[in-house]
């Protein structure tokens, strides 16, 4: 009886042939890390600014892909909710990393965690829902997930939201917007702390809410076929987020550049920021939806927003104490408005457990308006 072809351990060759953009990664690193004044001492010339930025951008984005290739094999091998905790997880980090890399180089943004905050609600809950929801339902009538599930994470995520994108507008501490220390405190200790019961009970005694009927089906399903063992891909999972540390450090010099010299909106880092850690995300959940699989999808996006606010928000109160780089957390004006709306769409949209061609359509133009607003502001 022999072993199957997919338990096999993997040859040199083979290795370099799947994973070479750990290469390019690796390379990029060293080169930036050997290389660093000749290389941002041109900064302000146009071309030499459009090939850094987009250097950077593109290897960040590559790995942070590679993490969810593995993320998306581990998630077939432990299925859920474990598989979507990883993937999420992983991503929140990088997100984490990108927006302390840009905080603590240059000039102090205290608005950079917030705008960073709402862009990421706004391309996952408008965006990202909507592309899932139209693709996945273009050829239904309609997509069923688990009810309890959805609840559950909007059940966290609203007052999560709440507490640390809206309510700091209306209690402005003595230095203006920012929030005192004892406010950070709370507001972290409670983050943390809802989020941590949240994962128990997730993996825990509520584990089924977050896994649908048939996910026996989910590998034929996905279309993932993972080749290699847990370790393999744990292993080499953390092994491309080790260069993102250092690119995103990198990365926050151009945009720095462009909101400081070119005097870009001050949303600008947090939309690329976004778009960063977003994008590897929408895409598992687009292929989920599309495949039928609508409940490792919203696994994903509420997942993604869960952690995003439940973590993001208190590793930014902590830098920002650490190193005396002030924050403000509270939405104004328009971008509070577009925040209620998503919020109030989103609970309308998982309440009955079916979704539908019309849902998507809706959350693609509340996107769509919230990447008007940026262009007019």
Same mark, same amino acid.
């Given at each position: 009886m022999t072993d199957s072809?997919?338990?096999?351990?993997?040859?040199i060759t083979s290795l370099a042939r799947e994973e070479w953009f750990i290469g390019v990664s690796a390379a990029t690193s060293l080169i930036f890390l050997a290389f660093p004044d000749p290389i941002f001492v041109r900064i302000a010339e146009p071309f030499w600014f459009v090939v850094i930025f987009f250097w950077?951008?593109?290897?960040?984005?590559?790995?942070?892909?590679?993490? &969810?290739?593995? #993320?998306?094999?581990?998630?077939?091998?432990?299925?859920?909710?474990?598989?979507?905790?990883?993937?999420?997880?992983?991503?929140?980090s990088i997100e984490v990393m990108a927006i302390s890399a840009v905080m603590l180089h240059g000039e102090n943004n205290p608005t950079l965690a917030r705008d960073t905050l709402f862009a990421v609600v706004m391309i996952i809950l408008n965006g990202m829902v *909507?592309?899932?929801?139209?693709?996945? #339902?273009?050829?239904?009538?309609d997509q069923q997930h688990n009810l309890h599930? #959805?609840?559950?994470?909007?059940? +966290? $995520? &609203?007052?999560?939201?709440?507490?640390?994108? +809206?309510?700091?507008?209306?209690?402005?501490?003595?230095?203006?917007?920012?929030?005192?220390? #004892?406010?950070?405190?709370?507001?972290?200790?409670?983050? $943390? *702390?809802?989020y941590s019961i949240f994962l128990l009970l997730q993996s825990g005694r509520h584990q089924r809410y977050f896994a649908e009927d048939g996910n026996h089906l989910e590998r034929r399903a996905v279309g993932i076929r993972p080749h290699r063992g847990v370790w393999h891909h744990a292993v080499l999972l953390l092994a491309y987020m080790g260069p993102v540390v250092f690119l995103v450090e990198q990365l926050a010099k151009p945009i720095d550049y462009v909101i400081e010299t070119l005097h870009a909106p001050a949303a600008f880092g947090g939309v690329i920021m976004a778009v960063l850690v977003a994008t590897p995300e929408a895409i598992s959940a687009v292929r989920a939806s599309v495949a039928n699989h609508l409940q490792r999808a919203i696994n994903i996006f509420l997942g993604s927003v869960l952690s995003t606010i439940g973590l993001t928000v208190p590793a930014m109160l902590a830098i920002s104490h650490f190193y005396g780089h002030p924050v403000t957390l509270g939405l104004e004006g328009p971008?509070? +408005?577009?925040?209620?709306?998503?919020?109030? &769409?989103? $609970?309308?949209?998982?309440?009955? *457990?079916?979704?539908?061609?019309?849902?998507?359509?809706?959350?693609?133009?509340?996107?769509?308006?919230? +990447?008007?607003l940026i262009t007019q502001q």
């Open positions: 072809p997919a338990l096999h351990p993997l040859s950077l951008f593109a290897v960040v984005l590559g790995s942070a892909l590679s993490v &969810v290739r593995h #993320a998306d094999h581990l998630a077939e091998q432990l299925r859920e909710p474990y598989g979507t905790l990883i993937l999420t997880l992983a991503i929140t *909507g592309l899932s929801l139209l693709f996945g #339902a273009w050829r239904r009538e599930g #959805a609840n559950a994470y909007l059940g +966290v $995520i &609203v007052p999560l939201a709440t507490l640390g994108l +809206v309510m700091p507008t209306f209690l402005a501490g003595p230095d203006g917007p920012h929030p005192t220390a #004892a406010r950070q405190m709370f507001l972290g200790i409670v983050s $943390i *702390g809802l971008d509070l +408005v577009m925040f209620a709306l998503t919020i109030t &769409v989103s $609970i309308i949209t998982f309440s009955s *457990g079916r979704t539908n061609l019309m849902q998507g359509a809706v959350h693609l133009v509340l996107f769509i308006a919230y +990447v008007l």
